[in-house]
């Protein structure tokens, strides 16, 4: 006892020296909770905005297209998607369904990659094509605060272009610009699109090339068969990625025989 007296009998002779002393390591861990916190936000900012352009927390992709998805082909298909929709929103609704209401949210969706040319009057340039199901994903790719000019709602046979593109093509809000592109057979296609709006993207490579359309009018355009797409996406809670993505492969597995033939074999999830 004696002994730990000793050190409570020093803290209190010069109090001033113990006030500053606790002070600063008081302070000096407000400064490393703000900084553990602010990075922890920013790592966290940085996997949902991956997440939400990229990936969604699973995705489903053939698995030869994963190995040129830089080339953002468009011949590995998906086959039958609207079942393979069905069956894995029959898995999510049984997995969440003990879940409380604000957890339990998740939403499949469709998307589609492409490369294309597009062109105004003596103008033209390359474009990757993004297509959507627009409805859906407008908030996520919060359109309606990086716009520009006019709005961040199309509907068929309209687009959304970044605003580089549309310095290079020379094109404001309203104009119709070609969009040609490789079709699905070998062919080439071309179809009209009318602007609907102008929109700053982040990424400068995207800013300068990026153009953003209904899934449907892509489908027409590239001519893909009937009920075929290139990634399915499934958004939800980030906690279940894990679980979920192990969970999905299991259930897939033991109920082959509602899934296309060979669908783990020839189908990648991955997250």
């Known amino acids: 006892m004696k002994f730990i007296k000793i050190p409570y009998r020093y803290l209190f002779i010069n109090k001033k020296r113990t006030f500053i002393s606790a002070l600063s390591i008081f302070v000096s861990c407000i400064i490393v909770a703000i900084g553990y916190g602010w990075i922890d936000g920013m ?3 940085m996997i949902n905005s ?3 352009i990229q990936t969604g927390n699973i995705r489903v992709v053939n698995k030869d297209f994963i190995k040129f998805e830089k080339f953002k082909p468009i011949e590995y298909l998906i086959e039958d998607t609207t079942n393979i929709k069905e069956k894995i929103n029959k898995f999510l609704d049984k997995f969440f369904s003990n879940y409380p209401k604000k957890i339990r949210k998740f939403e499949i969706i469709e998307r589609l990659k492409f490369n294309a040319f597009a062109g105004y009057k003596n103008n033209s340039s390359i474009a990757q094509i993004f297509a959507l199901e627009f409805n859906k994903e407008k908030e996520r790719f919060k359109f309606e605060k990086n716009l ?13 272009i970044a605003e580089g593109l549309a310095k290079k093509l020379n094109v404001y809000q309203n104009d119709s610009i070609i969009i040609s592109a490789q079709t699905f057979s070998g062919g080439l296609n071309a179809r009209k699109f009318k602007i609907k709006g102008i929109v700053k ?29 290139t990634e399915i996406l499934i958004f939800f809670d980030n906690a279940f990625t894990e679980i979920l993505t192990k969970e999905l492969k299991k259930y897939i597995s033991d109920n082959k025989n509602e899934f296309p033939f ?4 020839n189908y990648a999830l991955h997250h």
Not at 148 to 160: D, Q
Not at 262 to 265: A, D, S
């Open 43 to 45: 790592i966290n900012n």
């Open 201 to 229: 993207i982040t990424l400068s490579n995207l800013n300068k090339s990026a153009i953003f359309m209904n899934l449907e009018d892509a489908k027409t355009l590239i001519k893909l068969p009937e009920n075929t797409g």
């Open 148 to 160: 520009i000019y006019g709005s961040s709602t199309i509907n068929s046979s309209e687009i959304l």
């Open 262 to 265: 060979n669908f783990l074999e």
């Open 50 to 52: 991956y997440k939400n």
